[in-house]
């Protein structure tokens, strides 16, 4: 079955700066990757998704690449600020018909401290 | 809408007890999934409803948890006999279709077992 890595686990950085976190899938059929995040004492929340047919999607001071034959993909966050710290969750799944709805497997998770 | 609503909030109860978490999807959703946390494992995926129908519960760790949908509004997770090893946090979220992949999560309960 597919298998999220995620990493770092932890990250630490100064208000105003980027932050990124990777995350490789292993099953080459996922084509959906969204992103959660997950403030303390709250469930994720879906914040940015790309699908396997775009290389790199933007919203605003996020914005997620993939790349499909490295089974990798990244979420990218610019300009960051203190609210920005939370968990950040990854996900792959398959989509495209009723049985794999369900297949969102995550990662471990990276919690993002960001420092006034 | 208010979103995925999930009761109780928080749940203390001693091993052995029945516990009982519920879960409101959001109207219109067909489809329902109930997640457990914990620091260990991350978010793991335990039973998923399409139509109140469960559709793949191989998540499920063993026999004393089993879930519930008896209409498009309401589903349980229940753990009987609970034990300390079920603490966790548990989060039902919910899912329009196929076509529109994202999920909505409710606030998650927290389940000590003592």
């Known amino acids: 079955g597919e298998n999220v890595e995620q990493h770092p686990s932890t990250l630490s950085v100064q208000e105003g700066d980027s932050a990124v976190i990777k995350c490789t899938y292993s099953d080459s059929a996922s084509n959906y990757f969204p992103w959660y995040k997950q403030e303390l004492g709250k469930g994720p929340q879906l914040i940015i998704d790309?699908?396997?047919?775009?290389g790199e999607k933007k919203d605003q001071r996020i914005a997620v690449t993939l790349n499909k034959t490295a089974k990798h993909f990244s979420l990218h966050i610019t300009e960051t600020q203190p609210e920005d710290s939370a968990v950040y969750f990854c996900a792959a799944s398959i989509r495209g018909d009723t049985r794999s709805q369900g297949n969102l497997i995550f990662g471990k998770g990276t919690k993002l401290s960001v420092k006034p | 809408d208010a979103g995925v609503i999930q009761s109780p909030r928080h749940e203390v109860t001693e091993m052995g007890q029945e516990v009982t978490l519920r879960c409101k999807p959001i109207s219109g959703h067909d489809y329902l999934f109930w997640y457990r946390q914990t620091m260990m494992r991350g978010l793991e995926l335990l039973i998923y409803f399409n139509n109140n129908v469960p559709i793949d519960d191989s998540g499920m760790p063993e026999d004393r948890f089993s879930a519930k949908m008896p209409n498009a509004s309401f589903s349980t997770l229940k753990i009987q006999p609970s034990e300390p090893r079920d603490s966790a946090v548990y989060f039902c979220a919910s899912s329009p279709s196929p076509g529109t992949p994202w999920q909505y999560f409710g606030p998650g309960t927290r389940l000590t077992v003592t």
């Open positions: 790309i699908r396997s047919n775009v």
